[in-house]
C-alpha cells in the first residue's frame, strides 16, 4: 500500500504538484497540501484558465470559481462568480469549515472574503485583457464560436495518515455569460471525495459533465471494488455515449481519481495531460490519448514540455 500519492489535471499543475508530494513526504496534511498547491497555479499569470491571468467572461471580468472538500469529514466549502479576490481556493477552504452557509456566489462571496481578510486584487491581466480583445475580433470577424478554454485545475491527495482532500479552480468558461457557473465548484459533478474510498474530480465542458454527476460516479465506481482507471474511464466512456444517443454530442470531458490506497487512474474522451506522483513514482506530466477508443498513456516528452512553456508565453 502506498503512503501518499497525488494527481491533478493538465500541465499547469506541475509545479503544484511537484511542492504538494515534498510536503506530504514529509508528513504534512493532504489538506494543507492542496491549498498550497493550488494557489501555485492561481497565482501564475501565464495558466490562463486559473486564477490571476484567468480568462475573462463576455464582459471583461475574470469570475472564478473554486471548492475544497475534506474526505475525512466530507466537508465541503465552494465560491462561484467571485471577483477581484486573489486565491480562491483559501476562501472555499476556509468555507468548509463552516456548518451553514458552506456555498457563496458574487456579492456575497466576496462580502465574506473581505470581512475575512482575504486579499483582494485585479485578477485581469493585459495579457488576459489582449486574449479577450483577440477573441472578441475573431468573433466578429471569422464568425467564431465565442468558447474556447475551461481547463479546470482539479487535485487529489491521500496523505499519511490515510486522510484525503480535493480541490479545484477555474476561471470557467472563456467568454462565458456574467454569472456562469460550471461543474467544478458543485459537489459531485465537479469533484468528490470519501476517504473510505477515495476522490475524482472533473475537468472540460461543465455543462456537460453536470448532467451526469460524474465525479461522484467515479467515487461509487471504485466503492463497488473498480480500480481508479477502470471507474474514472468506465464513466466517461457511458456518459459520453448518452449524451451522444440523447443529445448528438459530448462536450470534453476529463476525470482524475485516486482511491484510498493512492492508486491512480484517470478517463478522458479527448488527449488530456495530468501530474501524478506518489512513493514510487516521481512528479510527472502525462498524456493520454484515444487509440482506437482506447486510453494510451505516456510520460510526454521533453520537447512538448518546452514547446507548452514557449506557447503560454508566447506575445500576444
Request: charged share 30%.
Amino acid at each position: 500500500m502506498r503512503t501518499w500519492g497525488m494527481i491533478a489535471t493538465w500541465r499547469m499543475a506541475i509545479e503544484g504538484v511537484t511542492l504538494g508530494s515534498e510536503m506530504l513526504k514529509n508528513g504534512e496534511k493532504c489538506q494543507d497540501v492542496l491549498e498550497k498547491a493550488v494557489m501555485f497555479v492561481e497565482d501564475y499569470p501565464f495558466y490562463k484558465s486559473v486564477g490571476y491571468g484567468g480568462l475573462p467572461n463576455e464582459e471583461c471580468e475574470v469570475e472564478l470559481d473554486a471548492a475544497f472538500m475534506d474526505g475525512k469529514t466530507l466537508s465541503i466549502g465552494a465560491v462561484a462568480s467571485i471577483k477581484d479576490f486573489k486565491n480562491p481556493i483559501s476562501i472555499a477552504r476556509k468555507l468548509s469549515a463552516d456548518r451553514y452557509n458552506i456555498f457563496l456566489v458574487g456579492a456575497g462571496a466576496e462580502s465574506y472574503a473581505h470581512k475575512n481578510g482575504f486579499v483582494r486584487q485585479n485578477m485581469l491581466t493585459e495579457r488576459a485583457r489582449k486574449t479577450w480583445e483577440l477573441r472578441v475580433k475573431e468573433i466578429k470577424e471569422k464568425n467564431l464560436s465565442p468558447y474556447d478554454g475551461h481547463d479546470t485545475v482539479c487535485m487529489i491527495a491521500i496523505d499519511q495518515e490515510k486522510d484525503m482532500a480535493v480541490a479545484t479552480s477555474t476561471s470557467g468558461l472563456f467568454m462565458k455569460k456574467k454569472g456562469r457557473v460550471g461543474d467544478s465548484p458543485v459537489s459531485g459533478s465537479g469533484f468528490y471525495v470519501d476517504n473510505e474510498i477515495g476522490g475524482a474530480a472533473a475537468t472540460g465542458l461543465g455543462e456537460d459533465i453536470m448532467k451526469g454527476c460524474l465525479s461522484y460516479e467515479v467515487v461509487q465506481r471504485m466503492k463497488k471494488g473498480e480500480t481508479p482507471q477502470e471507474a474514472a474511464q468506465g464513466a466517461v466512456d457511458e456518459f459520453s455515449k448518452e449524451l451522444i444517443k440523447r443529445r448528438g454530442k459530448a462536450g470534453e470531458i476529463s476525470i482524475v481519481a485516486l482511491n484510498n490506497k493512492g492508486d491512480w487512474g484517470i478517463g478522458t474522451n479527448v488527449e488530456f495531460t495530468f501530474c501524478a506522483a506518489t512513493p514510487t513514482e516521481q512528479p510527472k506530466v502525462y498524456i493520454a490519448k484515444l487509440v482506437d477508443g482506447k486510453v494510451n498513456i505516456e510520460i510526454t516528452s521533453e520537447e512538448y514540455m518546452r514547446a507548452y512553456k514557449e506557447k503560454i508565453q508566447r506575445e500576444i
